[in-house]
């Protein structure tokens, strides 16, 4: 069963910053925070991980709490190709002890307006 | 460089007829993933291979369903006798050290 709770739909204005909820307060020591999103008719799409410090690469940035109960997906500059299902996963990392699978949930449906 | 690539990326079988879908994992990651994802819902996982070895085949939902990776790097996802219900998208994802996932763009399955 999914371990993170997002709010099913969202929208927001091109060109300006959109900021994905995600709730995950059962979250262990050891698990990580990741995020995906799927493009209409695509495989899902890696965006960003993080364990606990703040993350930021060329799509996005992670911001997770202090007590590590929720974080959020910040897309700073929203375009129109941004509009996708995005899903935020908790996992475990364990470097060839067995990789973990993903357990996706519903996702948060986002829609970019021109 | 190269992703992950999976083929056929459209399939139209009839009730009854086997399949048999291709996914090609990006070169040297060792683990390799088959996810089905049905209409409106998130992935769902079927399968995990590490290299050659299936660790876990949990999420398969029938004995028709079979995968194999035989020299621990393609796989092939087998359903036989395919039903309505096996309609879905079928997604391979692989993953190196790291573990982060890389899907291929998917192989939409509709059975008649």
């Known amino acids: 069963d999914a371990k993170t709770t997002q709010p099913p739909s969202m929208d927001c204005a091109e060109g300006r910053a959109a900021n994905l909820p995600c709730n995950h307060s059962t979250i262990s020591g050891n698990e990580y925070v990741y995020w995906y999103r799927q493009i209409h008719s695509q495989g899902p799409q890696y965006i960003i991980h993080?364990?606990?410090n703040n993350e930021t690469n060329e799509m996005a940035s992670l911001i997770i709490t202090e007590d590590r109960k929720s974080s959020t997906l910040i897309l700073p500059h929203a375009t129109l190709r941004d509009t996708a299902v995005y899903y935020c996963i908790v996992r475990v990392e364990r470097f060839y002890q067995g990789a973990q699978k993903l357990v996706f949930g519903q996702g948060t449906r986002l829609t970019i307006n021109p | 460089g190269a992703g992950v690539s999976q083929s056929p990326r459209y399939k139209v079988a009839k009730r009854g007829q086997d399949v048999a879908l291709r996914c090609d994992p990006i070169?040297?990651?060792?683990?390799l993933f088959w996810y089905q994802q049905a209409l409106g819902q998130g992935p769902e996982f079927l399968t995990y291979?590490?290299?050659?070895?299936?660790?876990?085949k949990s999420g398969l939902p029938s004995d028709r369903f079979f995968a194999e990776r035989p020299e621990g790097s393609v796989s092939t996802l087998k359903i036989q006798r395919t039903q309505q219900e096996d309609s879905a998208v079928y997604l391979c994802a692989s993953s190196g050290f790291q573990e982060t996932q890389y899907f291929g763009p998917g192989t939409r399955l509709l059975v008649l």
């Open positions: 291979f590490q290299n050659e070895a299936q660790l876990d």
């Open positions: 070169s040297g990651h060792v683990s």
């Open positions: 993080g364990l606990k």
